[in-house]
């Protein structure tokens, strides 16, 4: 149960919805409110294929990479470490979605990388191959932190109009603050089962 709450808060962190919310807004502000539901619940559910084929498939795709566990533990946590000093140090250019005005979004850039990203991947393929026996107990945590990201989402509006700029950018930055320990974490573990192998 305690493996789960924690493999459900660091898929919540990672997925950083409180950090997207802006890129969120930002893309979808041209369109309807009623079109901007449907765009955000179907790159969400697109993410969430993708994150459970990842969960599922994490063990086959380490094995036929010929990859470690360790390998994927200290690269995860370097990426994740990189992720969260952005959240903590944002830069303007970080902003903006990169697609033509007017254009309705398609995969990416809210499925992928926003939600789906390589460090929740890398992560999802750890976690499957650390806890194989425990794969129904991750599949829950990955939806309840899905489920918390897509609420977050889909209530952006009302988010941004309660927070602010400032809040959001202090509870993003405090997020990143707690992602920092979690990716040290895991690097840890994967030097230490390294140099123990």
Known sequence: MTEMISATV????I???LGNLPIFM???KHLEPKRRRIIVIREMLIALLLMLLFLFAGESILSFLN???ETVSISGGIIMFLI???MIFPTPESGGS???AGEE????PLAIPLVAGPSILATLMLLSHQYPQRIPHLVVALLIAWGLSVIILMQSTLFLRLLGDKGVNALERLMGLLLVMLSTQMFLDGARAYLRS
Request: glycine fraction near 4%; proline fraction near 13%; avoid cysteine.
């Open 10 to 13: 660091l898929l919540f962190l």
């Open 15 to 17: 997925m950083d919805p």
């Open 26 to 28: 930002s893309v979808l």
């Open 67 to 69: 990859l470690r566990t």
């Open 84 to 86: 969260a000093l952005k």
């Open 98 to 100: 990169g697609l033509p």
């Open 105 to 108: 979004p398609f995969l990416v």
